[in-house]
């Protein structure tokens, strides 16, 4: 049999996910399971860029990894892993450093962004961090990176630094082709919907749908997001508010955005956010049930996490090495 390609992505441990995240991302990984080998990491290395409380680190890192369980993913097909498990990913990130440039690190604007938040000291790893992001991705020999568009340039970098690593030192990496889901997956904050809704967005709690809130908050947070005043169910960027409640609505059923429009022609406001509620209700009501049983077992989270940390190791280990050999270690 054929080997199957690798397909790679990752999320950081940041914060509380979102349904943002959840159908953004890993909503539809289950999917891929059977046309690739799929390795899903959780990035604290990536989320320590910017200062992170231990405990919570902890704590999201260990729930982020029960959650992936629990929306789907089975880990006996996939690979799923702590990045910080595998030390592959510093070191190949320490050696790739050397092959990057300041000038292309400088143009990312994920960093421009984020370092504006940091006051007058700028950690180096949040520069840096694209780096470690073209490490995870290089090191095993991945053919497709699902991201959202503001990965696309991480992604540009990754495939560069790629490309000019191995015209120096022969074909060593593959080279990751980028793949962007559908814009429809991209989902908005509730009471600023023009701005995507982020689990870094702690000011306010309204604007975001944690997936592991109660679901009667859930329900009241889609009853106050904000919309326009005209009353009428279409899908149009003038309507930012609706346009959002559609896309999480026809994320979660399935359904042709032209389809749902036509469903709820003639409804209000009031009945329309109902509908969404109850669509996103029962889509995560089993999976908060799974993680709850996930979570509570404590041998076998711990035991899913070792193998997923080992799995990984195993592949990271022996592009590391031929890494290393090129580069002129002993
Ligand atoms: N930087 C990505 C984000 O913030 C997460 C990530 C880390 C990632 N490593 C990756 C995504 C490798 C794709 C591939 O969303």
Same mark, same amino acid.
């Not at 992936?68 to 790739?96: M, P, R």
């Not at 080279?175 to 689990?199: D, F, R, V, W």
């Not at 209700?281 to 035991?303: G, H, S, T």
């Not at 997923?308 to 002129?328: D, M």
């Given at each position: 049999?054929?080997?199957?390609?690798?397909?790679?992505?990752?999320?950081?441990?940041?914060?509380?996910?979102?349904? +943002?995240?959840?159908?953004?991302?890993?909503?539809?990984?289950? $999917?891929?399971?059977?046309?690739?080998?799929? !390795?899903?990491?959780? %990035?604290?290395?990536?989320? @320590?860029?910017?200062?992170?409380?231990?405990?919570?680190?902890?704590?999201? $890192?260990?729930?982020?990894?029960?959650? &992936?369980?629990?929306?789907?993913? #089975?880990?006996?097909?996939?690979? !799923?892993? !702590?990045?910080?498990?595998?030390?592959?990913?510093?070191?190949?990130?320490?050696? =790739?450093?050397?092959?990057?440039?300041?000038?292309? =690190?400088?143009?990312? $604007?994920?960093?421009? #962004?984020?370092?504006?938040?940091?006051?007058?000291?700028?950690?180096?790893? =949040?520069?840096?961090?694209?780096?470690?992001?073209? %490490?995870?991705?290089?090191? &095993?020999?991945?053919?497709?990176?699902?991201?959202?568009?503001?990965?696309? /340039?991480?992604?540009?970098?990754?495939?560069?630094?790629? !490309?000019?690593?191995?015209?120096?030192? +022969?074909?060593?990496?593959? @080279?990751?082709?980028? &793949? @962007?889901?559908? %814009?429809?997956?991209?989902?908005?904050?509730? /009471?600023? *919907?023009?701005?995507?809704?982020?689990?870094?967005?702690?000011?306010?709690?309204?604007?975001?749908?944690?997936?592991?809130?109660?679901?009667?908050?859930?329900?009241?947070?889609?009853?106050?997001?904000?919309?326009?005043?005209?009353?009428?169910?279409?899908?149009?960027?003038?309507? *930012?508010?609706?346009?959002?409640?559609?896309?999480?609505?026809?994320? @979660?059923?399935?359904?042709?955005?032209?389809?749902?429009?036509?469903?709820?022609?003639?409804?209000? &406001?009031?009945?329309?956010?109902? %509908?969404?509620?109850?669509?996103?209700?029962?889509?995560?009501?089993?999976?908060?049930?799974?993680?709850?049983?996930?979570?509570?077992?404590?041998?076998?989270?711990?035991?899913?996490?070792?193998?997923?940390?080992?799995?990984?190791?195993?592949?990271?280990?022996? $592009?590391?090495?031929?890494?290393?050999?090129?580069?002129?270690?002993?």
């Amino acid at each position: 049999m054929a080997e199957k390609n690798v397909l790679f992505s990752g999320m950081q441990p940041s914060g509380k996910p979102t349904l +943002g995240n959840y159908l953004g991302a890993f909503k539809n990984w289950g $999917t891929l399971q059977e046309e690739y080998n799929c !390795i899903y990491c959780i %990035a604290d290395l990536h989320a @320590i860029t910017v200062r992170q409380e231990p405990s919570m680190l902890r704590k999201y $890192t260990k729930e982020l990894f029960a959650l &992936y369980l629990a929306a789907g993913l #089975d880990n006996t097909k996939n690979i !799923i892993y !702590i990045q910080s498990n595998v030390s592959a990913h510093s070191e190949l990130a320490w050696i =790739l450093n050397c092959y990057t440039y300041m000038g292309e =690190l400088s143009r990312m $604007t994920q960093f421009k #962004d984020k370092s504006q938040k940091q006051g007058k000291n700028i950690p180096t790893g =949040l520069f840096n961090y694209p780096v470690l992001q073209a %490490a995870d991705i290089l090191l &095993y020999q991945t053919a497709v990176v699902p991201v959202g568009e503001d990965q696309r /340039q991480h992604l540009e970098l990754s495939r560069d630094i790629a !490309i000019r690593f191995n015209n120096i030192y +022969g074909d060593i990496f593959k @080279i990751p082709e980028i &793949y @962007i889901p559908k %814009a429809g997956a991209k989902i908005m904050g509730l /009471q600023n *919907p023009t701005k995507k809704m982020s689990k870094s967005d702690t000011d306010n709690e309204n604007n975001v749908i944690y997936l592991l809130d109660d679901l009667k908050v859930i329900a009241n947070k889609i009853k106050r997001s904000v919309t326009d005043s005209d009353n009428q169910i279409i899908y149009s960027d003038e309507k *930012p508010g609706i346009k959002n409640l559609l896309n999480i609505y026809c994320a @979660i059923t399935n359904k042709e955005i032209k389809q749902a429009e036509k469903d709820f022609s003639g409804f209000g &406001y009031g009945a329309f956010k109902e %509908a969404v509620a109850e669509v996103v209700i029962e889509e995560i009501r089993p999976i908060q049930e799974n993680f709850k049983r996930i979570l509570a077992d404590k041998e076998f989270i711990e035991k899913a996490i070792k193998d997923g940390a080992q799995k990984a190791e195993c592949i990271a280990n022996k $592009t590391l090495k031929k890494v290393k050999k090129k580069v002129g270690f002993i």
